[in-house]
């Protein structure tokens, strides 16, 4: 059972939570699709509750993991708003691309 | 029990687990045939072996030898990916159902459950809320009005539904205190029948509801809609041919099955005898070992019965009818049954 | 065992995110955002927290990307184009980004002290306590109040993603 054992440093977690919030910027940044763009906003909101479970791991903080449940309650209502806001900017611009809607622009 | 020991059993555990469920699904099929032919008056499939009883085994021979057409039109990974979504998902579920009591292999070894879990019933809510992608993607990929027509009923049926699924079994969860299945059914097993949560636990209400959820969840008639042929010819599968078709074919018989297995673990006592401790228990292994799964097959046969008496008796509804009953009636009672269930068990 | 299954998974989710981005048709991105939240799960359970593994399946794979698969099946979303715009945020965007990811690459390797992470080790080690019993302890004794508000937030959001998404006009329609 010693292949069961092996362990590694949480410190990669870390990481990865981290290369994945870079990668959802850089998606908000370079996708062009409204839709898109707001898959981004949940592949950073997914790295940070990573980064919460790991240091709930740390210090055997249960309040780390509720967190991540509230985070999670509040993104999917976020979502809800979100893609209703999505439907109705459609219906009314006819367009999902991000820099054919500037009707506020200066 | 060395590590390599472990895999073994698992392995063959799993190989014995999915060749099982395989071979139930291909029987299910013919029962709702059979069954449904006597509902109609007629005799149903009756030439392939005595009372057609190879009649899978040709189907399933048919379905592979069928030619394997894609239309040109289909967004084509995803069109080949939907239907391998929809089998694992119905597939998968297997892993979390216990048949039996633990500890009755060899090395004290989980003989009749495939990986005995504190989370099992969530696991199964998740693969059900999975489960929707293939029917899902499956129709927006055909490139077909009536597949993508089927498939977006199909998603809004289930999403809806699943909020009544869920919530009825909260008062089960509820009354065990616990999301593992053994433990669920453990707390109905002392008096048999009685205890059952359907009877004793005063679940019947949270029963009712989560048969109307699971026909919903299943695309079962009288919910059939994703699939209403007079209206949507096939619905989300009418773009599919020989192999890819029987795959879906293949998960839907699977998911009755499915919530076949969860109903009889929550409500109806699972691998428990429903005389309870009545009897005294034999010395016999043998007789231990088959008992449970005589049970839940006996179980799992007659919820499926049910399904197929429905399925025979009850017409299509309309669609606006249907979200109507999900969420203005299923909905509200599953709400009520919990306050019902958590001041009951208060008082208690 | 812990290795393998961490570099597996931790694969599946890198590559998941890096596919988000590169796919133009929003379907693909949602798939691919729907492996790296598989993924996560699996690492949840890996870090010992059952709960939010399967909460993450069943809320973000199982419901909000459903939502979002919806949607873009609903506007039948096509290919995005590629625009001015975009270029011209790009290299600003990238190198903020890359010296963000530096920094926090570099603190989190120069940290010490944090504990190995090993198998079957979660927040409790008593045998009979599971993850679920200390989580609901903790939210429906000491956090009730967040929890019942967060409840109110859900029902204003779903008031207002009906109420935004409706078409105007439905009520007159419907009365005829």
């Not at chain 1, 780390?64 to 219906?91: D, H, N, P, S, Y």
């Not at chain 2, 499915?258 to 005294?280: E, K, M, R």
């Not at chain 3, 909000?64 to 965007?93: H, K």
Request: charge should be positive.
């Amino acid at each position: 059972m010693s292949l069961l054992n092996h362990a590694i440093p949480l410190n990669w977690y870390l990481l990865l939570s981290a290369v994945l919030f870079s990668l959802g910027v850089i998606g908000f940044l370079i996708k062009r699709n409204l839709i898109t763009v707001f898959m981004s906003i949940e592949l950073m909101l997914n790295a940070v509750n990573l980064t919460f479970v790991t240091f709930a791991y740390q210090w055997n903080a249960v309040k780390g993991q509720i967190f991540v449940f509230f985070v999670m309650m509040v993104a999917a209502a976020e979502a809800a708003v979100g893609l209703a806001i999505i439907i109705a900017v459609f219906r009314a611009r006819g367009t999902l691309a991000v820099d054919r809607i500037n009707l506020m622009k200066l | 029990m060395t590590l390599l020991e472990f895999v073994f059993w698992s392995l063959l555990k799993v190989a014995v687990a999915t060749v099982v469920m395989l071979m139930g699904i291909a029987y299910t099929v013919l029962l709702e045939r059979k069954l449904v032919g006597r509902i109609q008056n007629r005799w149903g499939p009756s030439r392939v072996g005595p009372f057609g009883l190879l009649q899978p085994l040709v189907d399933g021979a048919k379905s592979f030898l069928k030619e394997d057409l894609i239309p040109t039109a289909v967004y084509r990974p995803i069109y080949l990916l939907a239907p391998l979504i929809s089998l694992s998902c119905t597939l998968i579920f297997i892993a979390v159902v216990p048949f039996g009591p633990p500890n009755m292999g060899p090395h004290r070894f989980d003989l009749f459950e495939i990986s005995n879990i504190n989370i099992g019933l969530l696991v199964i809510l998740g693969l059900t809320s999975m489960g929707v992608y293939g029917v899902a993607l499956a129709g927006w990929s055909s490139n077909n009005k009536y597949s993508l027509l089927g498939s977006l009923r199909s998603s809004s049926q289930l999403i809806s539904y699943e909020l009544a699924l869920g919530l009825s079994l909260v008062g089960v969860v509820l009354r065990a205190g616990s999301l593992n299945l053994r433990t669920i059914v453990k707390q109905q097993a002392t008096l048999g029948m009685a205890t059952w949560n359907i009877f004793g636990g005063l679940q019947f209400i949270a029963f009712f509801i989560y048969l109307m959820a699971a026909f919903a969840e299943t695309n079962r008639s009288p919910f059939d809609l994703p699939e209403a042929e007079s209206e949507l010819v096939a619905g989300y599968h009418t773009e599919y041919s020989s192999m890819k078709f029987a795959m879906f074919f293949m998960a839907e018989y699977g998911n009755m099955i499915n919530v076949g297995c969860v109903a009889t673990l929550l409500f109806l006592g699972g691998w428990t005898s429903p005389f309870g401790d009545l009897f005294p228990q034999l010395q016999s292994t043998f007789i231990n070992l088959f008992a449970p799964i005589f049970w839940f097959v006996i179980k799992v046969l007659a919820f499926l019965c049910l399904y197929v008496w429905v399925r025979g008796t009850l017409p299509r509804f309309r669609y606006d009818q249907l979200m109507n009953f999900g969420w203005r009636f299923l909905l509200p009672l599953a709400i009520l049954n919990i306050v019902g269930t958590s001041l009951w068990l208060a008082f208690q | 065992m812990y290795l393998i299954l961490f570099i597996v998974f931790a694969g599946f989710c890198l590559a998941g995110a890096i596919n988000l981005l590169l796919q133009t048709h929003p379907i693909n991105s949602a798939l691919s955002l729907i492996v790296v939240m598989t993924s996560l799960a699996v690492l949840y359970l890996l870090l010992g927290a059952e709960f939010l593994a399967i909460a993450q399946i069943i809320v973000y794979a199982g419901a909000v990307m459903v939502l979002f698969t919806f949607v873009v099946m609903l506007l039948n979303a096509g290919r995005e184009e590629r625009t001015l715009g975009s270029r011209a945020a790009r290299p600003i965007g990238f190198t903020a980004v890359v010296v963000l990811l530096a920094v926090f690459a570099t603190v989190i390797l120069r940290v010490q002290g944090l504990n190995p992470a090993v198998l079957g080790h979660g927040l409790t080690n008593a045998p009979n306590q599971s993850n679920l019993v200390l989580l609901s302890q903790v939210l429906f004794h000491e956090l009730l109040l967040p929890f019942e508000v967060t409840s109110v937030l859900i029902l204003i959001a779903i008031l207002g993603a009906v109420a935004i998404a409706r078409r105007e006009g439905a009520e007159r329609t419907a009365e005829k």
